[in-house]
């Protein structure tokens, strides 16, 4: 049985963090990330807003994840084995096919681009309030450093329009508050997943 989650939210909202352990606890599980498909830098225009286009959905290369993602769709077991992800053992005389395998795809754009949107059988989007986002990124360090004014200028607005399109685009969304604590918040998905699966039997 094959399993796919999305793991969207805003920059710094905790997406990563979470799929890191939803990773290490999931049967087979393996994970693609959307910020592993950033074009180079010489790519990515510069808007009317005076910044590169860092956080808009032509930035990334999306046809290149989904066929990514397809990859796993088509063999998960070679996906897994070529990601150097250990698989659980076949008990004997067990279906193949009766394995469970996970996909967790993590990003920040992951439910505003519709070929991608299709292939999901659970949706969740990490949200936190524009200061504690702002506080957060403010701690990071980038490849491409933010340079003064991004977060509001540019960073900021395009989270804004795209959530707007997303809700428009998306309607299977479980929010989830990134102001909760990482336990909580992985404890609350953990025990859905496992719910969903149980039920998907």
């Not at 990515?44 to 066929?67: K, S």
């Not at 053992?89 to 949107?117: A, C, K, M, R, T």
């Amino acid at each position: 049985m094959k399993f796919i989650i999305g793991i969207g939210g805003v920059t710094n909202g905790g997406k990563t963090t979470l799929t890191k352990r939803l990773e290490k606890i999931l049967p087979n599980c393996c994970v693609v990330h959307q910020d592993d498909f950033f074009k180079p830098q010489d790519q990515i225009e510069v808007g009317e807003d005076g910044f590169r286009q860092w956080d808009v959905i032509t930035a990334l290369d999306m046809e290149a994840m989904v066929n990514t993602v397809k990859g796993w769709i088509e063999n998960p077991v070679k996906f897994a084995r070529s990601h150097g992800v250990t698989l659980s053992p076949l008990v004997d005389g067990s279906d193949p096919e009766q394995q469970i395998h996970i996909l967790l795809v993590e990003g920040f754009l992951l439910y505003n681009y519709q070929p991608l949107i299709e292939i999901f059988d659970k949706c969740y989007y990490v949200t936190i309030p524009y200061e504690e986002c702002k506080r957060r990124r403010s701690t990071r360090t980038y490849t491409v450093p933010d340079p003064p004014g991004l977060f509001d200028g540019h960073v900021w607005p395009m989270y804004l329009k795209h959530r707007k399109e997303m809700e428009h685009n998306c309607r299977i969304i479980q929010y989830l508050n990134g102001m909760k604590s990482k336990e909580d918040i992985y404890n609350q998905v953990y025990e859905d997943i496992q719910n969903t699966l149980l039920n998907s039997l």
